[in-house]
């Protein structure tokens, strides 16, 4: 059975960082594209960032370039995301997803498996 944990979500003062991780129980996890989303209440889930197979490429929202590092190592099964100088409006539930099909990240049809979530809140 597939699944995704998310964690290292919690409460920050605007301008902090937080660190969250995906633990993927994927048989081949290395051959997967890996991406982040994120939904805050009342509005649609929205892309954040992924990363291909081998972590050689990225790819980033322009709300979070400069700001969010995605990253991963296949080795642990587990993708990274790096989040600092957080802003209030980053305030949401932040999502990992797998996508065994690759192109264009951005989209959440590419992705076959969603994890449940973890809440960041960005307090101002």
């Known amino acids: 059975q597939v699944q995704l944990v998310e964690s290292g979500g919690g409460l920050v003062q605007a301008g902090g960082s937080l660190r969250l991780s995906c633990a993927a129980s994927?048989?081949?996890?290395?051959?997967?594209?890996m991406g982040w989303f994120r939904q805050a209440p009342g509005k649609e889930r929205e892309f954040v960032a992924a990363i291909n197979w081998s972590g050689g490429t990225t790819y980033y929202a322009d709300s979070v370039k400069g700001r969010f590092n995605i990253s991963r190592d296949n080795a642990k099964n587990t993708v990274y995301l790096q989040t600092n100088s957080l802003r209030p409006e980053d305030t949401a539930v932040y999502y990992c997803a797998a996508s065994a099909r690759g192109g264009n990240y951005h989209y959440r049809d590419m992705y076959e498996y969603w994890g449940q979530g973890t809440q960041v809140t960005a307090s101002s």
């Open positions: 994927l048989h081949s996890f290395g051959s997967y594209g």
